[in-house]
């Protein structure tokens, strides 16, 4: 089965603190994603990745940045937090030759 | 640019009844992937179901069904009998040949009470 881990579950910050989210797959996936999850919002793609050192925005990247620098691991980096990117943060990833996508068990982020 | 649409915000259902969730989806693309997860209390994500443009055959699986109709831009997932453990929120997405990216309707959450 395939295996996607988040290192926190749950995380609390303060505004202005550097926040990292890593997330690691198991599965030798070419593709990695990040989503926020907001009541009423649905799943909101923050960035992807389709290989190493390759990034791509999704429909929310400001206040936000990744890395990539092995292919089992995508990390999601938020320079300066702030109160409203507390959220659900949900990683994912994604064989390019199958369709589905794995997703992680979710870090939930508070920003205080 | 691609849309999908889950009208139904929440529902809520009493044990053994049977359920059906609406998605309605946007594309001008000809080939696509619709997709089904569920994410229970714990918040993972789970895939339930695939499903691609060229294959409008409806599935069951166990008290789950789905009815994809290219007509309507629709594909309907149904709960038969549903249970308690069936509460979660779930989620409709599209995905378009060629992009590894999914689009996500903003979710129903099924509340299912004895």
């Known amino acids: 089965d395939v295996k996607v881990t988040q290192s926190s579950r749950y995380l609390v910050k303060r505004t202005g603190e550097k926040v990292f989210l890593e997330c690691v797959q198991d599965m030798d996936h070419e593709n990695m994603f990040w989503y926020r999850q907001d009541p009423g919002l649905g799943l909101r793609l923050i960035y992807f990745s389709y290989d190493v050192k390759m990034k791509e925005k999704g429909d929310i990247p400001e206040g936000y940045s990744v890395s990539r620098e092995k292919k089992e691991r995508f990390s999601l980096i938020l320079e300066s937090a702030s109160t409203n990117q507390t959220s659900m943060y949900l990683c994912a990833s994604a064989d390019t030759a199958r369709v589905g996508q794995y997703f992680g068990p979710g870090t939930r982020l508070t920003v205080t | 640019a691609q849309k999908v649409t889950q009208a139904q915000t929440e529902i809520s259902v009493v044990e053994k009844e049977d359920v059906t969730l609406d998605c309605v989806y946007e594309?001008?693309?000809?080939?696509?992937?619709l997709f089904w997860y569920k994410q229970p209390p714990s918040g993972e994500l789970v895939f339930l179901i695939r499903r691609n443009s060229f294959d409008e055959q409806n599935e069951i699986s166990g008290r789950y069904s789905w009815n994809f109709q290219k007509s309507t831009s629709s594909f309907n997932f149904t709960i038969t009998a549903s249970q308690v453990v069936d509460s979660a929120v779930y989620f409709c997405?599209?995905?378009?040949?060629?992009?590894?990216?999914?689009?996500f309707g903003k979710g129903t959450m099924l509340l299912v009470s004895p």
């Open positions: 594309t001008r693309d000809t080939t696509y992937y």
């Open positions: 997405a599209l995905r378009l040949s060629g992009y590894s990216t999914l689009t």
